[in-house]
């Protein structure tokens, strides 16, 4: 039976640094109040010249490095992002030419912060399906260009960044082992970007009111959060045979600490199981598992044989679980 194994990991982050400190002599906010609620204590921003592209390309570098493999031996690219360079063409096809990965077909997937989990789905059908053999999945975001940074709500949640993972087929049990996507869009708006686009074009009074900036209704959206990645992660691991004792890691999508540790509980999972980075990093969307996944695997924490949870939930509203023999 062939599997979609992950041969490579790769991620990068910019290399400007912001404090709660920081944030706290643009809106008013303190260290504490920030840690307390959300467990973030710094975030990296992109420089004024650094575009979503830019952050993919690095990682999706060190992700073929780490594998040993040729940009031109890729024959897919992927990148979720939801801070893509512009709205066409695809931030994927530029990622492609700066790797002049030139065999490469190559595309962009927007599920907000679930598009890591989405994408790599996605590439593992091409892979099962032997329709390709080496995909690049890339998660990357330039969140900060979606924040409002007089909200202290939301300005304070979210940082920039890039990971990468290379799937190519396996023989062996290691891989993935099973998805879950999960959607509902009644529930759209409790997170989201309501201006910039066609339902509400750039004009004087987007840019005015900031609706070109991430709206969120804070509390509806943490509950959600909670009980779909408990519910997602029991199908999961239902689909696969296996229990919450069975993991010997979840990668969850890094947004808030008590989120987290809400999800530990209700799996009755130790918290200490969970690979966490938002400390250092905040919120980057659909960078943060690749991020997150990277770091474990190049500290070492990451063994072979292991069973990995990735757990995501973001915009739209969406949610995803992956369950991973490394």
Known sequence: MLNARVVGTGSYVPAQVVTNADLE????????WIVERTGIRERHLAAPDEA??????KAGRAALSSAGVAPDAVDLIIVATATPDMPFPSTACLVQAHLKATSAAAMDLSAAC????????????????????????????VMSRL?????????????????????????????ILCSRLCTDGALWNLICVPGGG????????????KLHTI?????ETFKSAVRYL???AQQALETAHMTPKDVTWVIPHQANMRILHAVAERLSIDID??????????????ASIPLAWDEAVRDGRIQPGDILLLLAFGSGLTWAASIVRW
């Open 114 to 141: 679930s598009g890591f989990l989405f994408a790599l789905s996605v590439a593992e059908q091409y892979i099962c399906s032997r329709t390709y053999r080496r995909v690049l999945v890339i998660g990357a975001e």
């Open 147 to 175: 924040v409002n940074w007089e909200d202290r709500n939301t300005c304070i949640l979210f940082g920039d960044g890039a990971g990468a993972v290379l799937l190519a087929p396996s023989r062996t049990r290691r891989g």
């Open 230 to 232: 408990g519910e997602v």
């Open 215 to 219: 709206t969120m209704k804070g509390n």
């Open 25 to 32: 002599r643009q809106v008013q906010t303190s260290d504490r």
């Open 273 to 286: 199981k969970m690979i966490i980075n938002l400390d250092r990093y905040g919120n980057t969307s659909a």
């Open 52 to 57: 979503t592209s830019d952050l993919a390309v």
């Open 198 to 209: 066609s339902a509400m074009p750039p004009s004087a009074h987007v840019l005015e009111k």
